[in-house]
C-alpha cells in the first residue's frame, strides 16, 4: 500500500521560509521513472503544481514560482522536502505532496497524502 | 501557463450521464496524451479518476470514462450517483519547464 504524509508547520509569518517534508512509504524514488510532486491549493480555488522530484534527482519547478522554491529528496529515509522563501499571505493553501508517473509512455498523480493546511499570517 | 479551462459546475439527476469539458491549448492538452482527472469531495485529498485520457485505475468505477479531441478533453460520468458529487480537475502534463497544469475545476451537483 502506497501513502504519502506531509508535515511542517501550520503558521508561518510573511517574509519567513515555509519547510514541508513529505514522508511516504510503499514505493522506492530510487526506481526508475518514479517521481514526487507538490502540488497546492488556497481555500476555496483550484489545484496548482509546484514542483517535481525524480529518481534520478533531477527537479522542475513552476515558473511563476521557481526563485522561492527548492526540493530535495532523502532516498533512504523515503522523504521530499520542499522549501518555499519568502512566504507571502497569498501563500496560504493546503499544501500535498503525491507520487508521480513520470516516464514509461504515462503521467499521473497517484496517490495523494492527506494535505497540510498552511496559513500565512503575522 | 494558464490554467485549463473547465465549466465552474455540472448538474445531473441521479442515473443520467454528464460529461465536464477541459480546455486548453495546442501546447499542453492537444500535444499530449497525458490528461488525468482527480475527484476532490470537501476536505479531501484529490483522488485519481482517469489517466492518459482514457485509462482508468483499478477500483475506480467504469461509469468514468475519459476521452480527448483537439485541444479539449472530457470526462464522463454515467449514471451519475450521490456519490458522485464533489469538485473535479483536469491536468495536463505541458512539455515545457512548468511541467503540468490543472484545470480551473468543476463542482458537480446531483440534483
Known amino acids: 500500500q502506497v501513502t504519502l504524509r506531509e508535515s511542517g508547520p501550520a503558521l508561518v509569518k510573511p517574509t519567513q521560509t515555509l519547510t514541508l517534508t513529505c514522508t511516504f512509504s510503499?514505493?522506492?524514488?530510487?526506481?526508475?521513472?518514479?517521481?514526487v510532486s507538490w502540488i497546492r491549493q488556497p481555500p476555496g480555488k483550484a489545484l496548482e503544481w509546484l514542483a517535481r522530484?525524480?529518481?534520478?534527482?533531477?527537479?522542475y519547478y513552476s515558473t511563476s514560482l521557481e526563485t522561492r522554491l527548492t526540493i530535495s529528496k532523502d532516498t533512504s529515509e523515503n522523504q521530499v522536502v520542499l522549501t518555499m522563501t519568502n512566504m507571502d499571505p497569498v501563500d496560504t493553501a493546503t499544501y500535498y505532496c503525491?507520487?508521480?508517473?513520470?516516464?514509461?509512455?504515462?503521467?499521473?498523480?497517484?496517490?495523494w497524502g492527506q494535505g497540510t493546511l498552511v496559513i500565512v499570517s503575522s | 501557463q494558464s490554467a485549463l479551462t473547465q465549466p465552474a459546475s455540472v448538474s445531473g439527476s441521479p442515473g443520467q450521464s454528464i460529461t465536464i469539458s477541459c480546455t486548453g491549448t495546442?501546447?499542453?492538452?492537444?500535444?499530449?496524451?497525458?490528461v488525468s482527472w482527480y475527484q476532490q469531495h470537501p476536505g479531501k485529498a484529490p483522488k485519481l479518476m482517469i489517466y492518459?485520457?482514457?485509462d482508468r485505475p483499478s477500483g475506480v468505477s467504469n461509469r468514468f470514462s475519459g476521452s480527448k479531441s483537439g485541444n479539449t478533453a472530457s470526462l464522463t460520468i454515467s449514471g451519475l450517483q450521490a456519490e458522485d458529487e464533489a469538485d473535479y480537475y483536469c491536468?495536463?502534463?505541458?512539455?515545457?519547464?512548468?511541467?503540468?497544469?490543472f484545470g480551473t475545476g468543476t463542482k458537480v451537483t446531483v440534483l
Open positions: 522530484i525524480d529518481w534520478d534527482d533531477d527537479k
Open positions: 491536468s495536463s502534463y505541458t512539455g515545457s519547464s512548468s511541467l503540468y497544469v
Open positions: 510503499g514505493f522506492s524514488l530510487s526506481t526508475s521513472e518514479m517521481c
Open positions: 492518459d485520457v482514457s
Open positions: 495546442s501546447s499542453d492538452v492537444g500535444a499530449y496524451n497525458y
Open positions: 503525491a507520487r508521480t508517473y513520470c516516464g514509461g509512455g504515462t503521467s499521473r498523480f497517484d496517490p
